[in-house]
């Protein structure tokens, strides 16, 4: 008997998350990378040789394989939605990075053309899967904290250049890559949606045309408020990407979490550096390993099109507020 392989294909490798996404799914048992698309064949190409798999530069001719049931969209922000349409419309199962896209009316058609074609389509915010989080989550919901009342989030990193601080591609900077994350993971803790948000958005680390930093207040519908500081402050030598920090607070207890805080420092002076090697879980790991999960026994995403949607409507009432000076109202 043949062994059964899930057949996936990448489209795009526009974003660093893909050749992380590549090298797991590479390493998963019976999952096989059938083929990779890129508009920039150069990319594609190498990613193909590392990778393995047939190569594409048109994502319409890998869609009509019949050996692939699922594809991960990692191209820029503002293609995620005709790659995922046509994604659905060819039946296949989708994976898509964040921000799902960069427009509500593109989220919703997304949304709605898989519902339609009955696949899958599952939204890429990997610390869901982090163990501290997961930890935070369960002390949450046990009700060890009391009432929820307060949420300080912080999400700072490095500025990755490129497509991400050209507005066309990426439809905003620091707060559009950042905000998605944070303001998921609330969601996920407070079981309730943000009503209002206000805003202040610039550009202050480099010479750009998109932001490099902001400070969102955001009200939710059960009355918790939160803030949320996401920025590209990092500079290049720092030892770690950035950070994802969250502080709850509640009427019986405050709790402060850093999502990625599984590190050591180490210093070494035969080599006169210093090192941040990271020893925790792979967010990412649980991600694929979720979605490939989805994909095979018919169950709904952990993190779906609508929880995607929900963080893009926050991101983008953030920069209306930013632009306005004034409060907006969501619900």
């Given at each position: 008997m043949t062994e059964y392989h899930l057949g996936v294909g990448i489209l795009s490798f526009a974003h660093m998350h893909a050749y992380t996404y590549a090298d797991i799914l590479r390493r998963m048992p019976s999952v096989r990378i059938q083929a990779v698309a890129d508009f920039d064949e150069e990319r594609g190409r190498a990613a193909q040789a590392r990778f393995g798999g047939a190569f594409y530069q048109d994502y319409q001719a890998l869609l009509t394989r019949d050996d692939i049931e699922a594809v991960i969209v990692c191209s820029e922000n503002s293609r995620h939605a005709e790659m995922v349409i046509a994604a659905a419309q060819a039946h296949k199962h989708v994976l898509c990075e964040k921000p799902m896209a960069t427009r509500v009316e593109d989220a919703q058609r997304m949304i709605e053309t898989c519902r339609q074609h009955g696949v899958k389509l599952q939204i890429a915010f990997p610390v869901r899967y982090c163990s501290p989080l997961r930890r935070l989550k369960q002390t949450?919901?046990?009700?060890?904290?009391?009432?929820?009342?307060?949420?300080?989030?912080?999400?700072h990193g490095q500025?990755?250049?490129?497509?991400?601080?050209e507005r066309q591609w990426s439809g905003g900077g620091a707060v559009m890559d950042h905000t998605v994350h944070v303001v998921d993971i609330m969601r996920w803790l407070t079981?309730?949606?943000?009503?209002?948000?206000?805003?202040?958005?610039?550009?202050?680390?480099?010479d750009i045309e998109t932001d490099d930093c902001g400070l969102l207040m955001l009200e939710f519908d059960n009355g918790v408020f939160a803030s949320h500081d996401p920025s590209w402050s990092r500079p290049q030598t720092y030892p770690t990407w950035g950070d994802v920090t969250l502080e709850v607070v509640g009427t019986e207890g405050i709790t402060r979490v850093d999502a990625l805080a599984q590190h050591?420092?180490?210093?070494?002076?035969?080599?006169?550096?210093?090192?941040?090697?990271?020893?925790?879980?792979?967010?990412?790991?649980?991600?694929?390993?979720?979605?490939?999960?989805?994909?095979?026994?018919?169950?709904?995403?952990?993190?779906s099109g609508e929880d995607g949607l929900r963080a893009l409507e926050v991101t983008l009432a953030a920069y209306e507020s930013a632009q306005s000076g004034r409060p907006v109202r969501l619900r």
């Open positions: 949450v919901d046990a009700g060890r904290l009391g009432r929820i009342v307060a949420i300080r989030g912080t999400n500025n990755p250049g490129g497509w991400f601080v079981h309730s949606e943000v009503r209002e948000v206000y805003a202040e958005i610039d550009t202050r680390f480099y050591l420092n180490v210093y070494q002076d035969q080599e006169g550096r210093y090192q941040h090697v990271f020893f925790g879980d792979s967010m990412d790991a649980g991600l694929l390993t979720d979605f490939v999960a989805c994909v095979r026994t018919d169950k709904e995403p952990f993190i």
